[in-house]
């Protein structure tokens, strides 16, 4: 499928953004907590579920050649098989379940939050399974508690306020872009 200008630099744009925020985190334990997801809301308004999802690759290939972009200002390949490349591979599956949800539901709030939510719990199990395979001596709940407890209502909060800033920001670009 053939993209057009104005798909290709808002894709590239939003890697970048990716590469600006996702550093940005707050160490709360092994997993930090970071702006990625909150970036990955907002591209899914901005950018088709495919382009959201190809900013979000774009951003991980660069964090995987080695750039510093992903949190605490780290990058390399070693960082995808760390405590939170679980995370990292999950949010690959954030962007198309939210980006499919949100394009075709664009104008319900509810269902776009839900959509998102789902992403989300994906993105959950992918990283607190990695995060479970490499540390085995630990409980369910030992887990549970590093890996989701502490970020479901940070990860709610950043869903909501998406969910209202998104289709503001995807009407102004529209705007700016059809005058």
Known sequence: MKL???EMVLTALFAAIFCILGP???????IP??????????SVYMLSARNATVSYLIYLLIGAA?????SG???????????????????????VISGIVVNKFYKNKLISILGMLTGLA???????AWFAFLNGDKSVYEIL?????PFILIDFIKIIIASI???????KINSAANP
């Open 73 to 95: 200002y780290a990058g390399g390949a070693g960082k995808l098989f760390g405590v939170t490349g679980g995370y990292l591979i999950g949010f690959i599956f954030t962007a």
């Open 33 to 42: 907590v970071s702006l990625t997801n909150f970036v990955i809301y907002i």
């Open 24 to 30: 940005i985190s707050v160490p709360i334990g092994p």
């Open 122 to 128: 994906v993105t959950y199990a992918f990283g607190t």
């Open 165 to 171: 800033i998104g289709p503001i920001l995807k009407n």
């Open 66 to 70: 080695g750039l510093p972009v992903f």
């Open 4 to 6: 057009t200008t104005r």
């Open 145 to 149: 508690k590093l890996c989701v407890i």
